[in-house]
Nanobody
Framework: QVQLLESGGGLVQPGGSLRLSCAAS????????MGWYRQAPGKARELVAT???????NYADSVKGRFTIARDNAKSRVFLEMNSLKPEDTAVYYC??????????????WGQGTQVTVSS
């Protein structure tokens, strides 16, 4: 089993920034990909960003140019730097982990989520 612990969520004003962090622990593979999803009230869960073992990144169109995903392989962590936040970014953000070179939903592990609220 793999455990994922997210942190860094909170309340921020529109135009502000937040940095989410996720630490993976447990039975980790030597090669893995990680990512972030989010789910807003009344909406389906959606992909935000993923990062492969080699560092290749993928972003949802709605966050391109504003969000940056990064990873620290030595510490088994993934980060999501969120800038120019908008009210529509309000959601619960989930960290994900897959035992593959590039991220795959199949067999992925999920964290419990951290709330991000963008409001004035």
């Amino acid at each position: 089993q793999v455990q994922l612990l997210e942190s860094g969520g909170g309340l921020v004003q529109p135009g502000g920034s937040l940095r989410l962090s996720c630490a993976a622990s447990g039975n980790l593979f030597s090669i893995y990909a990680m990512g972030w999803y989010r789910q807003a009230p009344g909406k389906a869960r959606e992909l935000v960003a993923t990062i492969s073992w080699s560092g290749d990144t993928n972003y949802a169109d709605s966050v391109k140019g504003r969000f940056t995903i990064a990873r620290d392989n030595a510490k088994s962590r993934v980060f999501l730097e969120m800038n120019s936040l908008k009210p529509e970014d309000t959601a619960v953000y989930y960290c994900t982990y897959s035992r593959t070179l590039y991220y795959s939903d199949s067999g992925a592990y999920w964290g419990q989520g951290t709330q991000v609220t963008v409001s004035s």
